[in-house]
T-cell receptor, first 114, second 112 residues
């Protein structure tokens, strides 16, 4: 499946490192999302971008910094993370963020913070 | 904000039996209810969704029912097969909000 891609697929980083997660959608959508998926927890929404503008920030710590340079690309910049930030980070995209249209997920980046 | 509760957290059925997963939501304004299936190590994928203007929707062995009065919706899988084994997530959303609120997931295991 190539609709929504994410890189890297796996990432191990120390607490003092800086890294970035990348998401790209090839579906012509105008909204993109970052979710965090931890073991035994629901999918947690982190950020929503609609038409390249951040429209929702779900009380996410500042050590996570999103960037949406255009409607096809979304980044999540990481710095000074904590071990509890280890999780699967999923990107998703949809058309017309307000209208409840289907969200398509990427394969995720599995992050381990040591 | 919206709160979605999902039950059961795990479900084991014999191949060929039916499986039912239930979700309740808190925001009466919610009008879109998708169900996602996530196989081990894979991305969540939409399997069926329903909007608040209908009470039931069916797609082959999968059906979803919605009770707006009681604010709950359910996923029904008939004639289960081993490949139905996965984690299933329900979600809810209303037009005024941009993102989905997910339930905590149900791990379904179909025993051959």
């Amino acid at each position: 499946e190539t609709g929504v891609t994410q890189t890297p697929r796996h990432l191990v980083m120390g607490m003092t490192n800086k890294k970035s997660l990348k998401c790209e959608q090839h579906l012509g959508h105008n909204a993109m999302y970052w979710y965090k998926q931890s073991a035994k927890k629901p999918l947690e929404l982190m950020f929503v971008y609609s038409l390249e503008e951040r429209v929702e920030n779900n009380s996410v710590p500042s050590r996570f910094s999103p960037e949406c340079p255009n409607s096809s690309h979304l980044f999540l910049h990481l710095h000074t993370l904590q071990p509890e930030d280890s999780a699967l980070y999923l990107c998703a995209s949809s058309q017309e963020a307000l209208a409840g249209e289907t969200q398509y997920f990427g394969p995720g980046t599995r992050l381990l913070v040591l | 904000g919206e709160n979605v509760e999902q039950h059961p957290s795990t479900l084991s059925v014999q191949e060929g039996d039916s499986a039912v997963i239930k979700c309740t939501y808190s925001d009466s304004a919610s009008n879109y209810f998708p169900w996602y299936k996530q196989e081990l190590g894979k991305r969540p994928q939409l399997i069926i969704d329903i909007r608040s203007n209908v009470g039931e929707k069916k797609d082959q062995r999968i059906a979803v029912t919605l009770n707006k009065t009681a604010k709950h919706f359910s996923l029904h899988i008939t004639e289960t097969q081993p490949e139905d084994s996965a984690v299933y997530f329900c979600a809810a959303k209303h037009t005024g909000r941009r993102a989905l609120t997910f339930g905590s997931g149900t791990r379904l295991q179909v025993q051959p």
